[in-house]
Nanobody, 120 residues
Framework: QVQLVESGGGLVQPGESLRLSCTASGSISRIYYMGWYRQAPGKERELVARIISGGSTNYADSVKGRFTISRDNAKNTVYLQMNSLKPEDTAVYYC??????????????WGQGTQVTVSS
């Protein structure tokens, strides 16, 4: 079983920055991808950013140029640097990771979510 633990959410003012972290632990053989999704009240969960094992990234159009995803493979950790935050970035942010477990079965796991609130 693979667990994801997120940290770094909080309350900030528009224009400020936050950095989210997510660490995977458990019976992991290899992680193929790690990413961040978010869900605002009354809306569907949406992809924010994702990074695959080779280092390729993709971002939602709404965050391009403001958010940066990065990964520390040795620590099984993914980061989301969020700059120039806007009120519309307010949501619960979820970490997601997929890969192969030590039992040679593929997995896809989710974190518990961390609240990001952007408000003046």
């Amino acid at each position: 079983q693979v667990q994801l633990v997120e940290s770094g959410g909080g309350l900030v003012q528009p224009g400020e920055s936050l950095r989210l972290s997510c660490t995977a632990s458990g019976s992991i053989s290899r992680i193929y991808y790690m990413g961040w999704y978010r869900q605002a009240p009354g809306k569907e969960r949406e992809l924010v950013a994702r990074i695959i094992s080779g280092g390729s990234t993709n971002y939602a159009d709404s965050v391009k140029g403001r958010f940066t995803i990065s990964r520390d493979n040795a620590k099984n950790t993914v980061y989301l640097q969020m700059n120039s935050l806007k009120p519309e970035d307010t949501a619960v942010y979820y970490c997601n990771a997929g890969g192969r477990g030590s039992n040679w079965l593929d997995f896809s796991s989710w974190g518990q979510g961390t609240q990001v609130t952007v408000s003046s």
